[in-house]
């Protein structure tokens, strides 16, 4: 039996490598954290609205961009760059390796560059990525919501449908 792609994606030295880093990072962090918890919840979200716009998005590349879409943010942590660059780039590495194309790596690398800016949703992939990945937080239940630095306005204050 051959690996799909994504468990190639999972399994990558790449990516497990900075998804250890991260983990161990963000081992006493009180807000939310950036664990394959995230990552897969951001994947079925994503799904989920592939589903009901019709869109045709492979599910394949909707989990790519999950699971790629923050594995950035040790870099972030350690040398500054904004967690979107630094993911976009590992992306477009691993993706490579794991015998994607350059049409997809594009699309998939577009998508995470723009996950934390709606004017840049211009794209279903990017549109879904963005709104997965704020939806997927569970602010209205989290112990840390007195001292969690996103305003109001970002936070999930309710169970969103």
């Not at 394949?60 to 350690?78: F, K, Q, V």
């Not at 993911?87 to 015998?99: M, N």
Request: net charge neutral; aromatic share 8%; glycine share 4%.
């Amino acid at each position: 039996m051959t690996m799909n792609r994504i468990e190639k994606v999972r399994c990558h030295p790449l990516y497990r490598e900075q998804y250890r880093l991260l983990q161990t990072a963000e081992a006493e962090r009180i807000f939310c954290r950036h664990t394959l918890e995230h990552f897969l919840d951001v994947a079925r979200l994503m799904v989920i609205y592939n589903l009901e716009e019709g869109t045709g998005l492979s599910k394949e590349h909707l989990y790519a961009t999950a699971l790629l879409h923050d594995i950035g943010r040790y870099e972030e942590l350690t040398q500054g760059t904004p967690h979107h660059e630094a993911s976009a780039k590992l992306a477009g590495l691993i993706l490579k390796d794991c015998r994607f194309s350059s049409p997809e790596i594009a699309a998939i690398q577009g998508a995470i560059r723009h996950h934390r800016d709606a004017d840049g949703t211009d794209t279903p992939l990017s549109k879904y990525l963005y709104r997965a990945d704020k939806t997927s937080r569970c602010c209205f239940a989290c112990p840390a919501i007195k001292d969690c630095h996103w305003p109001d306005s970002k936070k999930n204050l309710t169970l969103t449908l």
